[in-house]
């Protein structure tokens, strides 16, 4: 089951990217013009559910990081509160997408370094311990993970294969309490923030 669910993964990651390369060789691209919404912020928050308020608030800060000539110039503009939601969010999202592979492949993992300061800050125990036992157990440094890099469907595959991901994945699915509750209670304890 746990090879099948992997390659489900890689199947879905290849459909993806030969939709995307069909597209732009056919001159067909979407729309991708951001639908507008009505930001909540501040105690008007406190009237969604955990999932809506941590959704809302990274919604928010991806519109005001969109302000910004650069990720980098965003980050270096949030207060904390505002960036460790921000970086959980992004990290939570890329696992939920496809786990802590695709987070270390995909561009996100310029935010690797900062994840364990973070996962303190908002009380996720459980998720730092996680984390900290598969980069220790594997060597991995979080400060340089130009070593994911990849160009390929192939190069992803095996990456996939460098490490038990799958492990880590189910661990964070199936064993730990959902990251947005953290994020979620850490908004809500830091409102005026938001």
Known sequence: MKRQFSTGKIVVAAICHLTALLCSACGILPDITPIPHEAIHGEDLLTLTNDEISFEVYRNLLDLADTFPSEADALSEMSPQQ??????????ME??????????????????????ACME??????????????????NIDLQDLDSFNIFSIQDYTK???RYDFDSYDNAYYMELPP???YIANYIKANITHF
């Open 83 to 92: 960036r460790t939601v921000y970086i959980l969010n992004i990290y939570d």
């Open 95 to 116: 696992m939920q997408n496809g786990g802590l592979c695709q987070f270390f492949v995909n561009s996100s993992r310029r935010l690797a370094p900062d994840l364990d």
């Open 121 to 138: 800050t908002v009380g996720a125990e459980e998720h730092r311990q996680l984390l900290a036992e598969f980069v220790s157990k594997n």
């Open 159 to 161: 990456q996939t294969e």
């Open 179 to 181: 990251l947005s509750d």
